[in-house]
């Protein structure tokens, strides 16, 4: 079956630090993963994904990913954290022959100041 | 406006009773998908639906009934509704699910609490 993990449930960085928010995925075939982030009381936004190519990712607000196939992973990273990071990230992959996104459970990042 | 709207963004229903939550999206995507929002779970698949009168089932249906007759709305009902289904629902559209591969754009989502 397709899954999506993410380990860590909350994921807490001081400002100005450099942050990971870890996804790991288990798919049949060639995996196409996204990240997206949900801020309070709002719906999810976009944030970057891959497809295939280059396994760093560049995406919005500073945020890039790092595909790993042989570790099945794709983390999430941004080189300095600001507060306004703070939110709920969401890792989501789509099979090349599904249609639906399969999300993972979703990783709290809370940036102190 | 342009995008993805839900309505209502709030709603509280008691047990046993019909309640229809609406999305509508206006940029003539193909795909629409309903999800819910449960602490723990992430978001679960309800439906979706590839274009006008056809849809299908995802990973949670039960209870739940779609519709699409027009592109641009995908009316979510449940029947009777039950505590277990009091969650946060979303909405999420796509220009197409095949290469080259769209991301979902979401709604802003709608709170449904049944007493």
């Known amino acids: 079956a397709q899954s999506v993990a993410q380990p860590e449930d909350q994921v807490n960085v001081a400002e100005g630090n450099p942050l990971t928010v870890k996804c790991t995925y288990s798919?049949?075939?060639?995996?196409?993963l996204f990240w997206y982030v949900q801020y309070p009381n709002r719906g999810l936004q976009f944030l970057l994904k891959?497809?295939?190519?280059?396994?760093l990712v560049k995406g919005s607000y500073g945020f890039e990913a790092e595909f790993n196939k042989s570790q099945t992973s794709f983390h999430l990273k941004k080189p300095s954290a600001l507060v306004s990071d703070s939110a709920l990230y969401f890792c989501?992959?789509?099979?090349?022959?599904?249609?639906?996104?399969?999300f993972g459970k979703g990783t709290t990042l809370s940036v102190s100041s | 406006d342009a995008g993805i709207t839900q309505s209502p963004r709030y709603k509280i229903t008691e047990t046993g009773r019909q309640v229809t939550l609406m999305c509508h999206q206006t940029?003539?995507?193909?795909?629409m998908f309903w999800y819910r929002q449960d602490l723990g779970h992430g978001l679960r698949l309800i439906y979706y639906?590839?274009?006008?009168?056809?849809?299908d089932k995802g990973e949670v249906p039960d209870g739940y009934v779609v519709s699409r007759s027009k592109t641009e709305n995908f009316p979510l009902t449940l029947e009777s509704a039950t505590r277990s289904q009091t969650s946060v629902y979303f909405c999420?559209?796509?220009?197409?699910?095949?290469?080259?591969?769209?991301?979902?754009?979401f709604g802003p989502g709608t709170r449904l609490t049944v007493t």
């Open positions: 989501a992959v789509r099979v090349q022959a599904g249609t639906a996104l399969i």
């Open positions: 639906s590839a274009a006008a009168d056809i849809t």
């Open positions: 891959y497809i295939t190519g280059d396994n």
């Open positions: 798919v049949s075939g060639n995996p196409y």
């Open positions: 999420a559209s796509s220009a197409l699910t095949s290469r080259p591969v769209y991301e979902q754009y």
């Open positions: 940029w003539s995507h193909s795909y």
